[in-house]
């Protein structure tokens, strides 16, 4: 054999081999993760779309969740978009093909914390399924419109990218469809285009504007000689300049709106050294200056939208901090009234009802809004949870709470777990501004750390609803503070009083901020160079903190020595005490081989098994570096290895948290959602799981206790996956088997506390399962043969059916630590309720058997009362229910057997007419017995009829209910139950000893066989359910 | 030639073979795997006999098809038994479950569940003589499984997507978006355990899923093709 071909073959088995054994995406794929919400704030909104000739039919683009989509008017959305990137900038619906939507990614309200796009998509089936059709390094997308009149022609205006050069930028146009693209508008690689719009009776005629803007780590920059505006009459071929009347010489961004009715109207908001709005009535030749108010002014880099009414030309719609709206043709603007509630700051999308100009639905920072009298009041919809976290924390409690603060909406906590789910009124607000870190105290559960942009911390108190400022300010003489806009605060783990709190100092806290020692010097570059944000934004200044810069961003101390503290700042400093702040080291001094020089250090995750070892991540997007960087080191942080594979397309990396368990499994959160390494960074893997979206993940960590994995997103809030057991237990070993038993954490034995209860209302995040989860794993699909669980006690009985699942990879499948059935009832002219509830299982030894097809397996596992409950008075709970269901199973049994001697009586009767008064009689005197024992009115109405049957059923309900024992009164009331039943018994009995023996007599006169009540083992026998 | 772009040649031509798959290519090999039209119009009548399996518990069901025109479905619970039965253009039911032994009128949303129901002849191979629309959307993994799918898009507005198995061209998953008037029903359902009934595959799992797992579970043990079956059946009981 060729040795080449040898080798060849050789390589092509061992990476079968390897192949056979990795965890991919869909090898976990039934593990899916619940998000807890929250939607009572929503998250920022870039884009909203109606049908017009259906408007019950919304879709929502947002800055970090996806788009949503709406066929109900609101009343309900769903998620769209969850296999692309969740970053939307714009949103349009083909009008004259509603079916057709377009996205494109890439949000462009420029703010700091803004996200990257990557193209255009495109839906032919109502946002179902998405194509990208292109445009795939644009990173920002402001808007789409469509030619009215030929759908295949559609422009796209491309901002570009923020943090760099870019020659992606411009306004683009397709005549296929989306096929094909060219470039129609381009200034030069620092000017991208920012608006269009299309005149809908002259679809000939374009309007457009350039703009010239940068971010970089530390500053802003919106204006310059390139930002203009432009017209084009022969559908984009030719551009012409078009600002006569414009003020000035140098404009930032320029908005554009087109009036519907008189589409030689526009009106144009520019941003300059002052900013002005200005209208055309000539289709752009001439411009009249209008208002110039703080309506129009505010911040044009982030309010980039005005609209005018679609029947009135004078009313105009100028979302921003505020909606304003102007009647007299832009010369004035008032606030639009906020009648029936507040509504949220910040708006960026508005779309006016065609059909109906009263009704408006508005796009703001804190989710959408509807407004059906043009904009005099509104109501918010509560039920879009696209909140944007930055950062996550859990505390120790049980539930554990969940903790953390949102761009533009303060700091949040809520339970992990509540009744009906996590529901809005769950969530209690906490903080203010825009929220970032938040603390709660470890000692005291009543107080919480929050703080608001650049370094406002707040010490909360849950039960006074105080809050105290508690920010340490410089000495006498001391420089300014430097704090990041995200500025850390982070507590201990090792020692419950220590905070601490990162400026360009580190800060350490002991008393719960009534005083802070600072334990470092200047941690970072302190570059000036990169310290001028009083001169930042651009022709208009805007020094917000959101580009404070040289700053600690990432402060973490060993759980394994309280003296060993690591820093990160914003400027690439890597900083290590070991003596508790007495003496620091930059540990990349010398730099670190593949990563970028001042790369932003966004998260530092000290080993909790070995204190030499610590991972980091780092983010260099604002430098127009969007690749991930994650790092490791095992020496202290003297060298350092790359974590990054070719699989990790991640981009920009947010957090890395190793688990608690098992060393190997790593979390990576990033621009593009979570990855996971199951063999410590060698390779990765994307959590997909339930169609969970690549969205941004700021922030990881894991609860002790119930091994849960929670992590902050910016964009579908806090998302929670349950129990990381079965993925701690995933080995190469594990997976070669063909089917096999994966290991998950154990339940006890409850009726559960997050039951059914009168719902809040809004947007609910499910709840963990209270039920026993058994993990399974086949090597393939089941494609033949049935897949089920079996669940026998010690007695070899067998307790509960689960239903299999067949998949490739992991499975799940719960049991509720019930018996699947209830008591046998008597048969009646309705169900009873207690036939449908088995009992919680007793505490012991089950046999779990997974059949699949021919073949099965086993496992033992125990089943215990919760740690915490009286073992007493659950076993009280267990005798009373058991005495219940027999109870209930006699009188099945009692009016069974009297029925079928009815039965038996009447045919015997039919063989022989001389019989037929005597089995009359013998049927009519049982019958009178057993109507005591069942309802028998018919009706689908409330008959409120109760036998014995049905009393025996609602206390064993009632009974099996509650994990705890009896109340005196319900063991009363089994005594007096089981007395109704001896004495049906009795009754029966007398008449099988008299009026029975009397028709045997009969029937043995007639040599027709003797009719024998059936015996109870016979009755075990038939209706013992398969 | 060298070996190596031998080799590459003939990847190549494999990876072509596999991007030149139309939509009718596909369409053509689900017809062959599971018997297409031809077959399934063989089928006059069926009789499935079986269990729904939900929370522990297995209710006996037995569902007898007249191809396209008449389905009645008896599933049996606490001794009683649930009866939902359509014939030509009216359906009825009967729910002793809720305390009415007598029958009730179908809702136009159950008679609309129930012809589909009955309808032996897969919609998405007959899609051209039935005036559908068909579009293949692509590969997609499906837990683990590679499919091709396939949107179906009715005439009356319903949409149906498929997922075949790459290999055997069975379906393994398929969503629907039905329309009851102003409202849209989503759902997604699995098929397994297909086996010949007549000449025609038919599923004898299908499973219904929540949050990851099975929530609900249709087996049928046995399903007859061609048995008689007596009209009256389908009679509403005055």
């Known amino acids: 054999m060729n040795k080449s071909l040898f080798l060849l073959l050789a390589a092509g088995i061992s990476a079968l081999a390897i192949h056979a054994q990795k965890i991919t995406s869909s090898t976990i794929g039934a593990l899916e993760a619940r998000q807890i919400g929250p939607a009572v704030m929503s998250g920022r909104i870039t884009a909203i779309d109606a049908e017009n000739k259906n408007t019950r039919i919304i879709y929502v683009g947002t800055a970090g969740g996806g788009i949503w989509k709406s066929t109900n008017a609101g009343?309900?959305?769903?998620?769209?978009?969850?296999?692309?990137?969740?970053?939307?900038?714009?949103?349009?619906?083909?009008?004259?093909?509603?079916?057709?939507?377009?996205?494109?990614?890439?949000?462009?309200?420029?703010?700091?914390?803004?996200?990257?796009?990557?193209?255009?998509?495109?839906?032919?089936?109502?946002?179902?399924?998405?194509?990208?059709?292109?445009?795939?390094?644009?990173?920002?997308i402001s808007k789409i419109v469509i030619d009215p009149q030929n759908s295949n022609t559609v422009y796209v205006a491309a901002p570009g990218p923020l943090w760099s050069d870019s020659k992606q930028r411009g306004l683009y146009k397709t005549t296929?469809?989306?096929?094909?693209?060219?470039?129609?508008?381009?200034?030069?690689?620092?000017?991208?285009?920012?608006?269009?719009?299309?005149?809908?009776?002259?679809?000939?005629?374009?309007?457009?504007?350039?703009?010239?803007?940068?971010?970089?780590?530390?500053?802003?920059?919106?204006?310059?000689?390139?930002?203009?505006?432009?017209?084009?009459?022969?559908?984009?071929?030719?551009?012409?300049?078009?600002?006569?009347?414009?003020?000035?010489?140098?404009?930032?961004?320029?908005?554009?709106?087109?009036s519907p009715s008189d589409p030689n109207r526009l009106y144009a908001i520019a941003e300059s050294k002052k900013t002005q709005l200005y209208m055309t009535t000539d289709g752009g030749a001439n411009w009249t200056k209008k208002s110039g108010s703080m309506n129009v002014s505010w911040r044009p880099f982030y309010f980039s939208l005005i609209m005018v009414d679609p029947v009135d030309p004078q009313r105009i719609y100028r979302p921003s901090l505020n909606l304003s709206i102007s009647t007299d043709g832009g010369e004035s603007f008032k606030e639009a009234s906020f009648e029936g509630g507040w509504v949220h700051s910040d708006h960026h999308a508005l779309w006016i009802n065609p059909n109906n100009n009263s009704h408006l639905l508005l796009g703001t920072?804190?989710?959408?809004?509807?407004?059906?009298?043009?904009?005099?009041?509104?109501?918010?919809?509560?039920?879009?949870?696209?909140?944007?976290?930055?950062?996550?924390?859990?505390?120790?409690?049980?539930?554990?709470?969940?903790?953390?603060?949102?761009?533009?909406?303060?700091?949040?906590?809520?339970?992990?777990?509540?009744?009906?789910?996590?529901?809005?009124?769950?969530?209690?607000?906490?903080g203010g501004g825009d929220g970032f870190w938040v603390q709660p105290d470890r000692e005291d559960h009543n107080y919480v750390y929050s703080e608001y942009q650049g370094g406002n911390i707040m010490r909360y108190n849950k039960r006074t609803n105080e809050s105290k400022d508690i920010k340490p300010y410089p000495l006498a003489g001391e420089p300014k503070l430097r704090c990041n806009w995200n500025t850390p605060i982070v507590t201990s783990p090792t020692n419950k009083k220590t905070l601490y709190y990162g400026a360009q100092y580190l800060y350490r806290t002991r008393d719960r901020g009534e005083s802070w020692e600072k334990i470092s010097p200047d941690l970072t570059t302190n570059n000036p160079k990169k310290q001028e944000q009083d001169k930042s934004g651009g022709l208009s200044i805007d020094n917000s903190g959101a580009e404070n810069h040289c700053t600690i961003f990432t402060i973490a101390e060993s759980p394994l020595d309280e003296n060993m503290i690591w820093v990160g700042t914003d400027d690439g400093n890597i900083q290590l005490t070991t003596d508790g702040g007495k003496k620091w080291t930059k540990m990349n001094a010398i730099g670190i081989k593949g990563l970028p020089a001042f790369a932003w250090v966004s998260s530092i995750e000290p080993s909790p098994y070995d204190k030499n070892v610590v991972f980091a991540t780092f983010d260099n997007h604002a430098m127009g570096d969007m690749k991930t960087y994650v790092y490791k080191s095992a020496d202290m942080g003297k060298t350092w290895t790359p974590l990054m594979t070719e699989d990790l397309k991640g981009g920009f990396a947010h957090k890395i948290k190793q688990d608690i368990v098992k060393p190997e499994l790593l979390f990576l959160g990033t621009e593009f959602g979570l990855w996971m390494s199951f063999d410590a960074g060698t390779s990765w893997i994307l959590y997909k799981s339930g169609d969970f979206p690549p969205v941004s993940v700021r922030d990881i960590t894991i609860d002790k206790n119930t091994g849960d994995l929670v992590m902050g997103t910016h964009g579908r809030g806090v998302v929670i996956l349950d129990d990381l057991t079965p993925l701690r237990a995933l080995t190469p070993e594990l997976l070669g088997q063909e089917m096999t038993f994966v290991a998950g954490r154990p339940s006890p034995i409850t009726n559960g506390h997050y039951g059914g209860a009168f719902p809040g209302g809004g947007y609910a995040g499910p709840n963990s399962s209270e039920a026993y989860v058994f993990y399974y794993y086949f090597k393939d699909r089941v494609s033949s043969g049935e897949v089920k669980i079996e669940i026998y006690n010690d007695k070899g009985e067998l307790v509960n059916t689960l239903l299999g699942n067949k998949r490739k990879g992991l499975n799940k499948a719960t049991w509720d630590l019930r018996w699947s059935k209830g008591p046998r009832v008597a048969k009646g002219v309705k169900v009873d309720i207690s036939g449908f509830i088995g009992q919680l299982v007793s505490e012991g030894t089950y046999t779990v058997k997974l059949i699949k097809g021919d073949k099965s397996i086993t496992q033992t596992i125990n089943v215990a009362f919760p740690k915490n409950a009286s073992r007493d008075e659950m076993k009280q709970r267990e005798e009373w229910t058991q005495g219940l269901f027999t109870l209930q199973e006699e009188l099945a049994f009692q009016v069974s057997r009297m029925s079928s001697v009815e039965d038996s009586a009447a045919a015997r009767a039919k063989q022989n007419k001389a019989l037929e008064k005597t089995a009359q009689a013998l049927a009519n005197k049982l019958k009178t017995v057993r109507e005591k024992c069942v309802a028998s009115i018919e009706g689908t109405n409330i008959t409120g009829e109760e036998k014995i049957r049905e009393k025996i059923g609602m206390l064993y309900y009632q009974v099996a209910a509650f994990d705890g024992k009896p109340t005196q009164m319900q063991v009363e009331r089994v005594k007096g139950l089981k007395k109704e039943v001896e004495e049906i018994i009795s009754e029966a009995d007398k008449i099988y000893q008299a009026d029975l023996a009397k028709f045997n007599a009969e029937l043995k006169k007639y040599k027709l066989p003797e009719i024998t009540p059936v015996p109870r083992d016979q009755w075990e026998r038939m209706t013992k359910s398969k | 030639m060298k070996i190596n772009s031998i080799i590459s040649l003939f990847l190549l031509a494999a990876a072509t073979t596999a991007s030149a798959q139309s939509v009718d290519d596909v369409i053509k090999k689900y017809t062959k795997a599971t018997g297409g039209p031809d077959e399934q119009k063989k089928l006059k009548t069926v009789k499935m006999t079986g269990k729904m399996k939900q929370g522990g518990m297995d209710f006996p069901m037995v569902i007898q098809i007249m191809n396209g025109t008449a389905m009645r479905a008896d599933i049996t619970v606490q001794g009683m038994t649930i009866i939902q039965a359509f014939k030509d253009t009216s359906g009825w039911s009967v729910n002793p479950l809720s305390g009415a032994t007598t029958a009730q009128k179908m809702n136009p949303e159950e008679l609309k569940d129930s012809k589909e129901q009955s309808d032996l002849v897969s919609d998405l191979a007959d899609y051209k003589a039935r005036g559908h629309k068909v579009e293949l959307i692509g590969k997609e993994d499906v837990e683990g499984t590679e499919t091709y799918k396939v949107k179906l898009a009715k005439k009356d507005g319903d949409v149906e997507y498929y997922y075949?198995?790459?290999?055997?061209?069975?379906?393994?998953?398929?969503?629907?978006?039905?329309?009851?008037?102003?409202?849209?029903?989503?759902?997604?359902?699995?098929?397994?355990?297909?086996?010949?009934?007549?000449?025609?595959?038919?599923?004898?799992?299908?499973?219904?899923?929540?949050?990851?797992?099975?929530?609900f579970e249709t087996v049928f043990d046995k399903i007859e093709a061609n048995v008689t079956i007596d009209e009256a059946i389908f009679k509403m009981p005055q």
Request: hydrophobic content about 30%.
């Open chain 1, 365 to 430: 920072d804190g989710g959408v809004y509807q407004s059906l009298d043009k904009g005099n009041s509104w109501q918010m919809f509560g039920n879009l949870p696209v909140s944007q976290f930055y950062h996550v924390q859990i505390d120790d409690q049980v539930p554990y709470n969940v903790y953390g603060g949102l761009q533009d909406n303060g700091s949040w906590y809520a339970p992990s777990q509540s009744v009906n789910g996590i529901e809005n009124k769950d969530w209690e607000n906490c």
């Open chain 2, 164 to 215: 075949l198995d790459a290999e055997t061209y069975l379906p393994l998953k398929m969503s629907t978006k039905m329309k009851y008037g102003e409202k849209e029903v989503e759902s997604d359902t699995y098929f397994s355990d297909y086996k010949d009934v007549g000449g025609v595959k038919m599923a004898h799992s299908t499973q219904i899923k929540s949050g990851g797992q099975v929530v």
């Open chain 1, 75 to 140: 009343s309900s959305y769903k998620p769209v978009f969850d296999k692309h990137t969740q970053c939307v900038g714009a949103l349009v619906i083909d009008q004259e093909n509603p079916e057709t939507v377009w996205a494109g990614t890439g949000e462009s309200n420029m703010r700091n914390s803004v996200s990257i796009g990557t193209g255009l998509y495109k839906s032919n089936d109502g946002g179902s399924n998405w194509k990208m059709v292109g445009l795939d390094s644009t990173e920002h």
């Open chain 1, 176 to 258: 296929d469809g989306g096929e094909t693209w060219t470039k129609i508008l381009y200034t030069d690689v620092k000017t991208g285009c920012a608006d269009i719009v299309i005149d809908p009776k002259n679809p000939n005629v374009l309007y457009a504007s350039m703009w010239q803007f940068r971010r970089t780590p530390w500053s802003f920059s919106s204006g310059g000689k390139t930002s203009a505006l432009y017209k084009s009459t022969d559908a984009g071929k030719t551009w012409t300049k078009m600002m006569k009347g414009f003020e000035g010489d140098e404009f930032g961004r320029i908005c554009l709106a087109i």
